[in-house]
């Protein structure tokens, strides 16, 4: 149980395009997703998290123009990067709060720009 | 401000010995601790987590790990290391009804034969 599905798993994108990725809750309904970003040998970093029918809320410095997050229904939650540049180009995953507290993560999308 | 200090940035071990992964929070009151482990390419798998009770807690794939409250640390230990074990372990902290995690910068861990 327990499960989350984020597609695409990897992408690639021409700069100035806009990429949707999508987090499903597969057998449970998530009130409450979160978005995090992934540098190449960083950690993750929190860039906002998803409420079912109402605004995510971002993190400091992350732009909510940019990073356009929808949750229209509770088990799904979508990110879209809007005018990518090739600094979007980074690993992304969601997770939701399932029936396990410490959530389910997603396995990630790795957006490249070019 | 919670914060998760992974001292070691890449451990190497030999198959069958034992591993020790360190791991340092700062939390005003009583943490909520978390182990994920990341394989290449891959999203996160959850190892095991801490709430209260018993200060060594199992997870899977035969890791435990132990809460010191008076170190503050949540190290991460398994008896012995198996290949498929090569993989980012990421340390977490977060707190009930304060559902932001903070993840440590994770320790790359590598394996030889």
């Known amino acids: 149980g327990a499960v989350v599905s984020q597609h695409p798993s990897w992408v690639i994108c021409k700069s100035g395009t806009s990429v949707k990725i999508e987090c499903r809750s597969l057998?449970?309904?998530?009130?409450?997703m979160f978005w995090y970003r992934q540098f190449p040998k960083q950690s993750l970093m929190l860039m906002a998290t998803s409420n079912e029918g109402s605004k995510a809320t971002y993190e400091q410095g992350v732009e909510k123009d940019k990073f356009l997050i929808n949750h229209a229904s509770l088990t799904l939650s979508t990110l879209t990067v809007t005018s990518a540049h090739p600094e979007d180009s980074s690993f992304y995953i969601c997770s939701a709060d399932g029936t396990d507290y410490g959530y389910t993560f997603g396995s990630g999308t790795r957006l490249t720009v070019v | 401000a919670q914060s998760v200090t992974q001292p070691d940035i890449h451990i190497t071990v030999s198959e069958g010995a034992s591993l020790e992964l360190r791991c340092n929070y700062s939390y005003g009151a009583t943490p909520y601790l978390f182990w994920y482990v990341q394989s290449p390419g891959q999203g996160l798998q959850l190892l095991l987590k801490y709430f209260s009770g018993d200060t060594l807690v199992q997870g899977i794939k035969g890791f435990e790990a132990e809460f010191k409250r008076s170190q503050s640390s949540f190290n991460l230990r398994k008896p012995s290391v198996h290949w498929s074990d090569a993989a980012e372990y990421f340390c977490a902290v977060g707190a009930r009804g304060y559902q932001k995690v903070t993840f440590g910068i994770g320790t790359k861990l590598q394996v030889i034969p």
């Open positions: 057998d449970f309904q998530a009130t409450t």
